[in-house]
């Protein structure tokens, strides 16, 4: 069976750390191996010596280091975890779905120039999807947004990027790497159970 590793998010209560992500996750990849990663970079390491995945999701929740709009409240292990996995992706030519906060962080690592701005669309309120290349998108053209951020579509995007959709202001809500095997949304398609075939089609 293939394997879906997925990073979480971390939270600490009465001096003890738990790592949770959204249970949908396990719904959407019902045909694959989810594997919940620990925000602790050696059992990472460790684990893929002896394990090839098909694919990566970096999960949504929580600020990324290089959003400036952010009050520095990110986690520093989950960044290190975060920043591993993006580098093994490429070199591996593993699939990497980047999701909401993944993709705000796919992007800040990736990409320099990379441009946040607050959110004109409010939590739980519908993106509309502008521009949009997504395959089978004629039934549901809408998706929730879940995050307070958006990210500035710069031109220089274009060379190394398909832009798959923005919203009506030109944020960009979805875009693929033209040469790694880098799938990114700012919506969850988790939640919404969207996306199927685009995701499919990334994986190994």
């Known amino acids: 069976m293939k394997e879906i590793l997925i990073t979480a998010s971390s939270h600490t209560k009465h001096d003890e750390t738990y790592f949770s992500v959204d249970s949908n996750w396990f ?3 019902e045909n694959y ?4 990663l620990p925000n602790d970079i050696g ?24 959003n400036k709009l952010s009050d520095n409240d990110y986690d520093k292990n ?10 093994y992706s490429v070199y591996e030519n593993i699939a990497l779905i980047a999701v909401c906060r993944g993709m705000q962080k796919v992007l800040s690592y990736l990409e320099i120039d990379t441009n946040f701005v607050k959110n004109n669309i409010k939590i739980k309120e519908n993106y509309d999807l502008e521009n949009s290349l997504i395959p089978n998108n004629k039934e ?31 944020n960009l809500l979805s875009l693929r790497h033209k ?10 398609p988790e939640r919404d159970f969207t996306d199927h075939d685009l995701v499919k089609s990334i994986i190994n």
């Open 33 to 36: 191996k989810v594997i919940l």
């Open 78 to 87: 989950r960044e290190k975890v975060e920043e591993f996995l993006i580098d």
């Open 140 to 170: 549901n053209k809408n998706r929730t947004c879940f995050n307070n951020y958006s990210i500035s579509h710069n031109k220089k995007f274009d060379d190394r990027w398909i832009i798959l959709c923005t919203d009506r202001f030109n």
């Open 179 to 188: 040469k790694y095997k880098i799938l990114c949304f700012m919506w969850h």
């Open 43 to 66: 059992t990472i390491q460790d684990y893929l010596e002896h394990s090839k995945p098909s694919a990566i999701v970096l999960s949504g929740g929580g600020n990324v280091k290089k």
């Open 27 to 29: 719904e959407y990849f």
